[in-house]
């Protein structure tokens, strides 16, 4: 299968891209910028609000992975209209490309917590690919992430748990925790992620559910914490939540809808992940500064 990855040069995009290579697929990457090109993968750059780029890669592929978006929790509080426009009418110009020319495809949203643009404009969306599906037959399946985190995250300008504390205990700086620690995460290493995504596309099946791809373990934010700290023999600040987000968060995912739409599946144990997430930044960390 020829498959179009959205945002196929972002942190989640990449390993999409490596994986699809790694399943036999034949790899199109539409990004508005080309950072790191791939041996065998075409590129297209453009925005996906650009309706006639976006026809064009769609037509040229049997499938869709859409991960292109704009993210962020307090960082798009700054950026509502253009948050709104990308993530929601960006998508419907994919939304109507497979409509017309009848492909497949994935869509990725996110647990329904935080009321921030982000959280927003990814419910919306989501909204939208199911009224596609029910009203014009489209295939779109949409799956949940939940906290994806892995080798290759950026640390800036949004910040992600990874990145912000292995780089902060590398330069030697305490790990910033936002409230008390205990918020419950879902922490899905990025390549389950990945496979996840392909498995949804692969599959013939329309789900009329969100298929969540997390584990349904909920672990305290302090544990990863105290992880990368004994890891990397760092301390510990906490700071005040960050606004869009709430202290108390519990966010697991429902693996009977996994199971039930792509089978079974076994997630990296989170101590595995972290120690290989661990062991890239060490090597590459200076870059991303």
């Known amino acids: 299968m020829k498959v179009l990855v959205t945002g196929g040069q972002g942190f989640i995009g990449g390993h999409v891209v490596q994986k699809l290579l790694e399943h036999g697929h034949r790899v199109l990457s539409f990004d508005r910028r080309l950072i790191k090109p791939v041996d065998g993968v075409q590129n297209f750059v453009a925005d996906i609000r650009d309706a006639n780029a976006i026809h064009q890669a769609v037509f040229e592929a049997d499938g869709v992975i859409h991960l292109a978006g704009i993210l962020g929790t307090a960082d798009t509080l700054q950026h509502i209209v253009e948050t709104a426009d990308v993530n929601i009418t960006g998508t419907l110009n994919v939304f109507e490309a497979l409509k017309k020319y009848g492909r497949k495809a994935v869509y990725i949203t996110l647990p329904d917590v935080w009321n921030n643009p982000y959280a927003i404009t990814k419910r919306t969306a989501k909204d939208f690919a199911f009224l ?87 672990v305290p934010l302090m544990k990863v914490a105290n992880l990368i700290r004994e890891m990397l023999d760092a301390k510990i600040e906490f700071l005040p939540v960050r606004l869009g987000e709430t202290s108390k968060a519990v966010i697991r995912g429902n693996t009977e809808t996994l199971k039930k739409w792509l089978g079974e599946f076994e997630f990296t144990p989170i101590e595995v992940g972290i120690k290989k997430t661990v062991e890239w930044y060490r090597e590459h960390y200076k870059e991303l500064l």
Not at 136 to 159: E, S
Not at 184 to 213: G, K, N, P, Q, S
């Open 132 to 218: 596609y599906n029910r009203e014009f037959k489209t295939r779109i399946n949409v799956v949940r992430g939940f906290n994806v985190y892995g080798p290759g995250q950026k640390f800036k300008p949004v910040r992600k748990f990874a990145p912000s504390f292995i780089i902060r205990a590398l330069l030697g700086q305490p790990l910033q925790v936002y409230g008390d620690g205990s918020q419950l995460v879902d922490l899905v290493y990025v390549e389950d992620t990945a496979e996840i995504l392909i498995r949804a596309l692969e599959t013939d099946r329309v789900a009329d559910e969100v298929i969540d791809a997390g584990s349904g373990e909920g």
